[in-house]
């Protein structure tokens, strides 16, 4: 039986996959990402552990990567990721030989919302975008119920959009980008700024949340009132059928998705004279990275075999015509 691992790799963890031809997660194996600051082969490594565990002893008939940077056109590079170290690195190819497997990569959040458009939330919708919040911010443009990568392969770096003019510093080297308003780590600085604890994370803020704690609330509502306001200006430009907000803090659901769906029409142009799209969580949670990843593997997969079968026909009627 195909094996078929999808392993999504963000700024705090690396979620590998075992993923059937339904979407369903088989079986999972989680490492912590150890950090911007280091050698890129330590991440590799964290990869490398993550897919083992799942593997065992069988040979994945191919591997997808969600990463969480800008991968270019070819799907070959990382070309920069503001919470990893790869800097212009051949991550498909270092991969593929270390592993002795396919390897297919892609943005995490395009493979989010690949796996929400074939499994989930955006269902039967032409337009869409997917929002992804982890410790900073993904996105994803869907169009014509395909995923548009754009010129570069960067299309949807909806994070680094700058909302506040000399705001908080970031990652990638700007300021005031949508991230430091709006993502877990926002969430924990909130709660820091007003009081809490400095080791405090985004889970424990979520929890503190659904248990009353008024400051945490309050963080849930400042974050998502700044998702609703960017996106806002996203909607002015994509004119979607549907916005699906994913990733961990989207586990939160109304305490998150409340204010930012008024956020959204009070700062959306023309909401009185236009359809508002429904913002909704999305179906596949914080593995559909991992779920979309393993599903770019399966067709790629899939129509390399179809090509070499067709070249092969091809070639046995060319003999035959000798």
Not at 1 to 14: C, E, P, S
Not at 184 to 202: F, I, S
Not at 240 to 263: F, K, M, T, Y
Request: charged share 20%; proline share 5%; net charge neutral.
């Amino acid at each position: 039986m195909a094996l078929f691992i999808g392993v999504d790799i963000g700024g705090t963890k690396v979620l590998a996959a075992a993923v059937s031809s339904t979407g369903r997660v088989l079986r999972t194996a989680r490492r912590e990402t150890p950090g911007r600051r280091v050698e890129a082969r330590l991440v590799e490594d964290a990869l490398t552990e993550a897919v083992e565990e799942i593997a065992g002893v069988r040979r994945p008939s191919a591997i997808g990567i969600a990463a969480a940077g800008f991968v270019d056109a070819q799907g070959e590079r990382v070309r920069f990721a503001p919470h990893l170290p790869w800097r212009d690195e051949g991550v498909r190819a270092k991969l593929a030989e270390r592993w002795s497997a396919p390897v297919v990569l892609d943005n995490d959040a395009n493979c989010a919302a690949r796996a929400e458009v074939v499994y989930g939330a955006v269902g039967n919708a032409h337009d869409a975008l997917v929002i992804t919040l982890g410790t900073g911010i993904g996105g994803a443009v869907v169009l014509d119920g395909a995923v548009h990568r754009g010129y570069n392969g960067m299309a949807g770096e909806f994070g680094h959009m700058q909302v506040v003019p000399d705001g908080r510093e970031c990652e990638c080297g700007g300021v005031g980008c949508w991230e430091q308003y709006c993502s877990g780590k926002a969430l924990a600085r909130y709660v820091r700024e007003h009081g809490g604890p400095e080791d405090l994370t985004g889970p424990a803020v979520m929890e503190a949340a659904h248990a009353g704690d008024p400051v945490a609330t309050a963080a849930f509502e400042d974050v998502g009132t700044w998702l609703g306001v960017g996106t806002a200006n996203l909607v002015a430009a994509f004119d979607p059928e549907i916005v699906v907000v994913g990733g961990g803090p989207s586990i939160a659901d109304d305490l998150l998705l409340a204010p930012a769906r008024a956020a959204l029409r009070e700062s959306l142009v023309g909401a009185a004279h236009r359809t508002v799209p429904p913002m909704v969580r999305a179906a596949l949670g914080p593995e559909a990275g991992a779920i979309g990843a393993a599903y770019l593997a399966r067709q790629t997969f899939r129509n390399a075999g179809t090509r070499a079968r067709a070249r092969l026909q091809a070639a046995r009627g060319t003999a035959r015509h000798r």
